[in-house]
């Protein structure tokens, strides 16, 4: 697989996120259901130009940054410089545990070129 997205950006894309989702992953970590199993999908919810289907494309980027998801000692170091009451809103032991993380999960996604419709599971995150 081509490093596509080491050519264009260079540098660490994790934190391209919702705000929401870390908030949420520290949830998890403080109620220790960080290592319970999950699934989560991703689709689309209005197809572009105002058309009734789209193409599934798109799919080696999208292994290509799970495949290399992983927060580097900058991403660690802004995440430790967010505060909430004039304290860190995240615990170290947390970030020790996001600069450990690394990608293990199983992955199934529809066939790259085939039709897909409006909140059609594309990707199925294990």
């Not at 949830?27 to 058309?51: D, Q, S």
Request: with cysteine.
């Amino acid at each position: 697989m081509s490093n596509i997205l080491n050519s264009l950006y260079k540098s660490s894309l994790t934190l391209l996120t919702d705000f929401y989702q870390l908030t949420m992953a520290y949830g998890y970590w403080k109620n220790n259901y960080h290592e319970h199993e999950a699934v989560f999908n991703l689709f689309f919810r209005k197809p572009p130009f105002k058309g009734g289907y789209a193409i599934c494309a798109g799919l080696a980027t999208a292994i290509e940054f799970l495949d290399q998801l992983k927060f580097t000692e900058e991403d660690i170091s802004y995440l430790n410089t967010i505060q909430e009451n004039n304290k860190p809103l995240f615990e170290p032991a947390f970030l020790d545990y996001l600069r450990n993380l690394r990608f293990t999960c199983s992955v199934d996604a529809i066939e790259e070129g085939n039709v897909v419709f409006p909140l059609e599971p594309l990707l199925r995150v294990q």
